[in-house]
C-alpha cells in the first residue's frame, strides 16, 4: 500500500490550507491573551483575531452585522441553542426526514416535553418537495429546522423556496449549514434563514472546536441562552447580557480555534466559493460515472453531482459497508466512512437502514487523480468479490 487518500471531509475536513495552520500558531505563539478579559495588548489583539473571523464568515454568508454571529464550539451546541432556546411546550415544529442526529435529537426530547413535532417525508434521493410543506403549517408553528444538504447522501435542500414559502407566514427558518457552509454559496438575506448553525471544521477549513450561529437581528430576544456566565462585558452585574453576542457567548472562547477559522474564512474568500465549489462538482462527477460502470455497486442520492454536495454513498453486493471500508484503508489506504452517519432517519428515507452505506466525501485538496485510484481500487474490490 503507497497510497494514503483521505475522503472523509464530510467529517472534518483535511488538510487545512496552511494559512489556517499559521494562524493559530501565531496565536498560540504570539499573542495567547483572553479576549475581552483586560485591557492589555494581547487581550486586545485576542478581541481583533475573535472579530476577524466573524467578518470573514459575515462577508461569506452575506451577514450585515458581525455580531450577529455567536460563536460555539460545533454545529450540535448551535442547533442545541436554536432548538432548546426558541421553542416551548405547545410550539409546534417542522423538520425532515433526511436530518442528522444532531437535529433529530433535540427535536425528540423536545417532543417528550410537549413541542408537536412533524417530519416531512423527502423522496428516497433524499429531496424535499417544497410544496409539502404548507399542507403541515399550524395556528401554533413556530419554526421550520433543516438541513441544507444531507452529510449522508449529499442532496441539497431547496432553502430559498422553504424560506420564500414560510416568510409570509410567520414562522423561522433553522438552517443545519455543518455540511455546507464554505462549499457552497450562502446568503442568508437572498434565502430568507432567521438562524444558520455551521460548524468550523468542515468545509470553512478551521480546526475542530469552533462553530457558531447567525441570529437574525431582533430575533435574539426570542431565544434564551443555554448557558450564562463571565462574558467580560456588564461586570458589574450579576445578571447575563442581553446583547449580541454576549448573551450567548459565556466564559473564554476558543480563540486559536477561531484564528484558524477566520484564516479559514478568508482563504475561501480568496479562493472564491464558486470556484471551490466548481472543482467539488467535476471530482463528484467523475467518482459517480465511474462507479455506475461497475458491477454490483448501488449508489443512493441523486447520482447528480450539480444537486449535492461532494458526498457519494454506495453500496457493493455481498459486502457490509464495515467490510468495504476496511478493505478499502487496510489495502489501498483509502479513509472513507462506513455505518449510518450520525442520521438514521435519513438512512430510513433512503432504504439502508440499519446496515447503512460506505461514504465517499471529497474536499477542496483532493484530486482527480485521487478518484481515478479510489475507482479502481472499488472495481478490484467487486471483482474479488465474484471470485
Known sequence: MEQSIYFDNAATSWPKPEETYIAIDHFNRSIGGSPGRSGHRVSIESGRVIMNARESLAQLFNIDDPFQIVFTKNATEALNLAIFGLLLPGDHVITSSME??????????????GVELSIVRCSPQGYLDPDDLPALIRENTKAVVLTHASNVTGTIMPIKEVGDIIRGRGLILCVDAAQTAGALPIDVSDMNIDLLAFTGHKSL???QGTGGIYIRKGLEERIRSLMVGGTGSRSEFEIQPDFMPDKYESGTLNTSGLAGLGAGGEYILKKGIDHIRDKEILM??????????????????PGDASRQIS?????????????????LDEHYG???????????????????FPGGTVRFSFGYFNTEEQISYALGAVQQISRDQKK
Do not use: W
Open 334 to 352: 483509502i479513509m472513507s466512512r462506513p455505518g449510518l452517519h450520525c442520521a438514521p432517519s435519513a438512512h430510513r428515507t433512503i432504504g439502508t
Open 284 to 301: 463528484t462527477q467523475h467518482f459517480l460515472d465511474g462507479l455506475k460502470s461497475i458491477s454490483g455497486v448501488h449508489i443512493y442520492g
Open 205 to 207: 477549513f478551521g480546526s
Open 311 to 327: 458526498v457519494v454513498s454506495f453500496n457493493l453486493n455481498g459486502m457490509t459497508p464495515s467490510e468495504i471500508s476496511f478493505t
Open 100 to 113: 442528522h442526529n444532531s437535529v433529530m435529537r433535540p427535536l425528540r426530547v423536545l417532543e417528550s416535553q
